[in-house]
């Protein structure tokens, strides 16, 4: 069950989006009267079972409408309104993403010599449990 502030984020995470506010996590963790430890570090809250749980329905929601603008895309394909869409496409995914935990950003993996040898060696034990 969800304490009190995480009720707040809750609530404060739809106002949000639904008055097309943009803040992000931390800001809306200090808001709800977290601590400013806490919202350095917002993946303590965002990550918890009674946050996520309590999300479902509004990334479920988000989704639908999303779905429903890309079944108008096709119809409005050659209309001045295609822009909007696609921005309101973009502007739900990456909702979608931010509330679900997903990733909202491709990260450059570097791989070092130090890294592959490391991937290396967890592959040749993993191939050797495996064998016996």
């Not at 992000?24 to 709800?32: A, C, H, Q, R």
């Not at 921005?87 to 491709?106: H, R, V």
């Not at 592959?123 to 050797?128: C, S």
């Amino acid at each position: 069950m969800a304490t009190e502030k995480q009720k707040k984020v809750i609530k404060k995470i739809s106002e949000n989006i639904r008055n097309k506010k943009v803040k992000n996590k931390g800001e809306i963790l200090d808001e709800s009267g977290y601590s400013k430890d806490v919202t350095k570090r917002p993946s303590q809250v965002y990550e918890s079972k009674a946050v996520k749980e309590a999300l479902k329905p509004l990334i479920l929601q988000l989704e639908q409408e999303r779905q429903a603008i890309i079944i108008e895309l096709k119809k409005k394909r050659n209309k001045a309104m295609y822009n909007h869409l696609i921005s309101g496409l973009d502007i739900l995914t990456k909702n979608i993403q931010l509330l679900s935990g997903e990733a909202t950003e491709k990260k450059e993996i570097v791989l070092t010599d130090d890294l592959m040898d490391k991937i290396a060696k967890e592959r040749a034990n993993r191939a050797k449990v495996s064998q016996e």
